[in-house]
């Protein structure tokens, strides 16, 4: 399956943040490919700090529950703090690792949905995938990350590539 991945990060370091969050992956799941790293705002709460992101495709028979637990191992080997505050809300962060789209699945429980409920919103997350993976539909509205960029705002996200 291949599993789409994007890693941000606006705190320290956050182009070597990722690059150790790349280290890490590729420990755990061998060679990947990688979108050029985009700097954008924060998305959610409001920061100075601007964020890091880029997308990662990984090729993997794991399971998405277990790509998801690979995944928030590596958050809590590169985070020094919690990425949400004690309200739930967000906060800057070190790493944070989601996981946008696996091929065409729709998973819905608990813990993992796949595609990520805020694909279509992010350009952070539609920009960089998009050169990952440019024939990619979303199962469930059947739009390229190209068309689904275009439906965004012009203000919607103050965006840039690193």
């Known amino acids: 399956m291949h599993y789409f991945l994007n890693l941000g990060s606006n705190l320290g370091n956050p182009k070597l943040n990722l690059s150790r969050a790349l280290r890490a992956l590729e420990k755990r799941f061998g060679y990947f490919e990688t979108s050029k790293i985009m700097e954008s705002a924060p998305w959610g709460f409001l920061s100075p700090n601007r964020f890091a992101n880029i997308a990662v495709m990984i090729v993997s028979d794991k399971s998405p ?53 805020h694909l279509a919103e992010r350009k952070f997350f539609l920009a960089p995938m998009a050169e990952l993976a440019p024939l990619w539909r979303h199962p469930v509205s059947g739009k390229t990350c190209e068309q689904m960029l275009a439906e965004l705002p012009e203000d919607r996200e103050d965006s840039t590539e690193a």
């Not at 906060?91 to 729709?106: F, P, Q, S």
């Open 65 to 117: 529950e277990e790509v998801l637990t690979i995944c928030q191992e590596i958050e809590k080997e590169l985070n020094k703090s919690p990425h949400r505050d004690t309200k739930g809300g967000y906060k800057d962060r070190e790493l944070d690792i989601d996981i946008m789209a696996a091929d065409d699945a729709v998973i819905e429980t608990e813990s993992l949905r796949i595609p990520h409920p």
